[in-house]
């Protein structure tokens, strides 16, 4: 079983940079695909950014794309989100996931992932 534990999230005005973390039990980035998702209130989730299957390319929605880093760090199993630039769009609970390695599974689709964290807040005022 694995467990996510979000954290960093919270209020900060437009413009300006939080960093959203993500720690895993365990070591699971050697078969886990890891990603970021968000859901904003009355929407539906949406893909944020992840890692290809080895770890050594990034992935990212058009709408972060510039703004927003994936980044993680092996030795402490914790994946992190930069996110610099935020605006009141950025608004919306931000979800970490881990995706096993399967074969044919989308890195945005978040029916390819198998494991969720509990979530964390971040509110951009404008």
């Known amino acids: 079983q694995v467990q996510l534990v979000e954290s960093g999230g919270g209020l900060v005005q437009a413009g300006g940079s939080l960093r959203l973390s993500c720690a895993a039990s365990g070591r699971i980035f050697s078969d886990y695909r890891m990603g970021w998702f968000r859901q904003a209130p009355g929407k539906e989730r949406e893909f944020v950014a992840a890692f290809s299957w080895s770890g050594s390319s990034t992935y990212y929605a058009d709408s972060v794309k510039g703004r927003f880093t994936i980044s993680r760090d092996n030795a402490k199993n914790t994946v992190y989100l930069q996110m610099n630039s935020l605006n009141a769009e950025d608004t919306a609970v931000y979800y970490c996931?881990?995706?096993?390695?399967?074969?044919?599974?989308?890195?945005?689709?978040?029916?390819?992932?198998?494991?969720w964290g509990q979530g964390t807040q971040v509110t951009v005022s404008s």
């Open positions: 996931a881990a995706s096993r390695r399967t074969f044919g599974r989308a890195y945005y689709a978040d029916n390819s992932y198998d494991y």
